[in-house]
């Protein structure tokens, strides 16, 4: 599933290539007919992210606003225009020669304004928004005798991580996931967040998770497995200990006994 990072790159994308501009709509598979009607030849607004979820607004009357999760099977595809479409294609818009399809989102619907902010605040904070309530997310870990691992798959916690970035950023933390939230320190905590901050701001720019960036190599040149520290991997990046393969809130994560002990 995408994680929030990839959302927010979509979202500057989408604005840098089609904001202020008349966009064709279209649903070749069908399924979003009467909502690429909708929004077909109106001028896109803005763009924005929080967590795994996609806002993209258009200048109709009254302001419609297309809501996108891609879940896990969701696919994005930038192309040239004048390409066919796929059959599958959920939503193509279409701007100055560039196209953008979407493929097996979960969520694809038109909606308003006032159903946009239901969703938002059924979410947590998201770490790549700067309006961010850094007091709410880490007060409801806190307060919480789930297991840290399970915590931060629930979006209503905290908004945007999925299980590459949980297990990466609790190994960079020094945090074991089966930890629960209220034996964690808040110092310790604070530093979780910062962390999410820093790596996903990162991610997002690069378009790809990278946390392991061994000295005297480009970070574009590294692989998944040897660009992170224990996602996909039987030893730590770190320190080469055997990982803990371990199950929490129905997902695999890996741990490092030594870097997270228990």
């Excluded at 994005?76 to 989102?105: C, E, M, N, T, Y």
């Excluded at 392991?212 to 520290?229: H, K, N, Q, Y």
């Excluded at 224990?230 to 199950?247: F, K, N």
């Amino acid at each position: 599933m995408p994680e929030g990072h990839l959302l927010h790159l979509l979202a500057r994308e989408l604005e840098h290539q089609f904001a202020g501009r008349t966009v064709g709509a279209s649903s070749p598979q069908g399924r979003f007919a009467d909502g690429a009607r909708a929004i077909d030849g109106s001028a896109l607004v803005s763009a924005e992210a929080h967590g795994k979820h996609l806002f993209t607004l258009f200048d109709v009357a009254p302001p419609a606003i297309v809501h996108l999760h891609l879940g896990r099977q969701g696919l994005w595809f930038w192309g040239p225009a004048s390409s066919a479409p796929r059959s599958s294609v959920r939503l193509r818009l279409a701007a100055a020669g560039q196209a953008a399809d979407v493929i097996a989102p979960r969520v694809c619907e038109l909606t308003d304004e006032a159903a946009r902010d239901a969703v938002v605040a059924g979410l947590g904070p998201d770490p790549l928004r700067d309006d961010a309530d850094t007091d709410a997310v880490l007060g409801a870990m806190r307060a919480s005798g789930q297991a840290i691992g399970a915590l931060l798959l629930d979006q209503s916690v905290i908004a945007g991580i999925g299980n590459v970035l949980r297990a990466e950023l609790l190994n960079m933390t020094g945090i074991h996931p089966a930890i629960e939230g209220l034996r964690l320190d808040g110092s310790l905590l604070d530093a979780f967040w910062r962390t999410s901050v820093t790596v996903m701001r990162r991610a997002e720019r690069e378009g790809r998770i990278i946390t392991r960036r061994p000295a005297g190599i480009a970070a574009e040149s590294l692989d998944e497995v040897e660009g992170r520290f224990v996602y996909g991997r039987e030893h730590c990046g770190r320190c080469g200990t055997t990982l803990e393969h371990l199950e929490i809130a129905g997902r695999a994560i890996n741990a490092c006994p030594v870097c997270q002990p228990r």
